[in-house]
């Protein structure tokens, strides 16, 4: 049984670019949720996609969006890319017809910003 | 709103010796608790989980917490560390909705030593 997976595992990009970050949730999940986690932080909680639609924001610009497609899996885009924008991107996958399901985190995907 | 207050940014202990990693929480409602371990450079693993059922949650590797709704409090503890036990440890809160959605929000972490 596959667990949470994302892609790619490193990324290096320059201040102003755009970038795309993905992520398939747990066999059977289908509610997938993004949190950045910068240096020395706990992760903190971008938004949450389920039926292809965001259900929840916190605090993130609009720089940052996402797409949640038929199979579940997700993206996360994030434009202009700015210095502080640096940081570990975590997906968490859940089921969301069990209110107290664990989120399922995967290995994360770690951005740097030149 | 909720929040989780994780005291101690850095824990050491010796080997064979209790490991204790304090948690305080805030939440508006009964909330779900939750205690999950970060190993350099990976994701993040859950140790155990507490939803409202036994006060006295056992998880993996020997962890166990206690949910105290009086002090606010989901103190995580290990009789005796190992040095398998150095990582981070990360206390979160989650107020579920009957839709199923779940907003966690963790704490800052806990970076616990093993000295051998």
């Known amino acids: 049984d596959a667990g949470v997976t994302q892609s790619p595992t490193h990324l290096i990009k320059t201040r102003g670019q755009q970038v795309t970050l993905r992520c398939s949730p747990k066999?059977?999940?289908?509610?997938v949720s993004w949190y950045q986690q910068a240096l020395g932080q706990g992760p903190q909680f971008i938004f949450q996609y389920y039926e292809e639609e965001e259900r929840q924001r916190g605090n993130f610009p609009d720089r940052f969006s996402g797409h949640q497609f038929p199979n579940y899996s997700s993206e996360l885009n994030v434009n202009a890319l700015l210095l502080g924008d640096s940081a570990l991107y975590l997906c968490?996958?859940?089921?969301?017809?069990?209110?107290?399901?664990?989120?399922?985190f995967g290995p994360g995907t770690r951005l740097t910003v030149l | 709103a909720q929040s989780v207050t994780q005291l101690g940014s850095h824990v050491s202990v010796s080997e064979g010796a209790l490991v204790l990693l304090r948690c305080n929480y805030s939440?508006?409602?009964?909330?779900?608790l939750f205690w999950y371990v970060q190993y350099p450079n990976q994701g993040l693993q859950l140790l155990l989980k507490y939803t409202s059922a036994a006060t006295l949650v056992k998880g993996i590797n020997g962890f166990e917490a206690e949910f105290k709704k009086s002090e606010t409090s989901f103190h995580l503890t290990k009789p005796s560390a190992h040095m398998s036990d150095a990582a981070e440890y990360f206390c979160a809160v989650s107020e579920g909705d009957s839709g199923g959605y779940q907003k966690v929000t963790f704490g800052t972490g806990t970076k616990l030593q093993v000295i051998p």
């Open positions: 939440s508006s409602v009964p909330p779900y």
């Open positions: 066999s059977g999940h289908d509610t």
């Open positions: 968490a996958s859940s089921l969301a017809s069990v209110s107290t399901d664990t989120q399922y």
